[in-house]
């Protein structure tokens, strides 16, 4: 006897499995292989700091972070009186605000008549999707807090500094004749911010990437490794950057205009947690509904080290 799928599910929103359920089920035709799935590189866990994931709990959260005071320093002369300050440092609120979740229900019928584990199977993917969607969400969110020196076609915080990273409307032109430059001219701005040289890192899309192993790097001492990318094929690192590759990155004003993010761990924190994962049974339907809930939230806690590139092809 066939068991056709619902359309719907009582009064809450229900997506049908595609392909539809056809009623007529054939163990034979199906195999216990699956095919594999490929999922966009996440980069956020590379380029952030979580050194306060631990002190979330639930959405809604705030963390207040405390910053280091700044010490003013006077000239002494003999037998001056001292001028003693009393040091106050600023706070940066860290608030979880934000939450995604996946929901999933295996039918009865279909549990019984299948071999494969699909709650297990359903569950890693949402795990991977849940990674990608929170790393576009927070790259999309990052060019807001970054300071105005660290970006545009005048960028550059020392005096007669002029580097042209772009803007959101009038990308570089990134080629294979300059990208290394581009990606050392990135490096002296965080220099002149007085950024430490460990750590850094430059997010790029992918055509950025293969503009990378193209070029002629001819000194190999510039990617960290013994020899150069044309031998080995390794991005390694560039001028201090250990480069990652996403196909993630937001655009700017234009879709010609892809934002490559740099920085430093220090300048962005995120936090993360997943704070439910639960199966319980479908009131609706014979089933069980498989769900989880993730919070999350992010702030650029020091815009000075971080920048963004604006390049196009």
Known sequence: MPYPISPSAG?????PPNPAYTGVFIPELWSGKIIEKFYDATVLAAIANTDYEG??????????????PTITINNYNAYDSLSTEAPSSTVVELLIDRGKYWSTVLDDVMEVQSDLDHLSMWADDASEQMKIDIDTDVLAGISAGVAASNQG???GVQPGTSLNLGAAGAPVAVTTTNVIDKIIECGQIL???NIPETGRWIVIPAWMAALIKRSDLKDASLTG???TMLRNGRLGMIDRFTLYA???LPFGTTDAAHSCFFGHSHGLTFASQLTKVETLR???TFGTILRGLQVFGFKVVDGTALGILYASR
């Open 55 to 68: 002190e979330i709990s639930s959405y809604g959260d705030k963390v207040t972070i405390r910053t280091k």
């Open 11 to 15: 009064t809450q929103a229900f997506t």
């Open 282 to 284: 479908a009131e609706s």
């Open 153 to 155: 076609a005048t960028a």
């Open 246 to 248: 996403s196909n993630l």
């Open 191 to 193: 220099d002149e911010n």
């Open 225 to 227: 490794d013994g020899v």
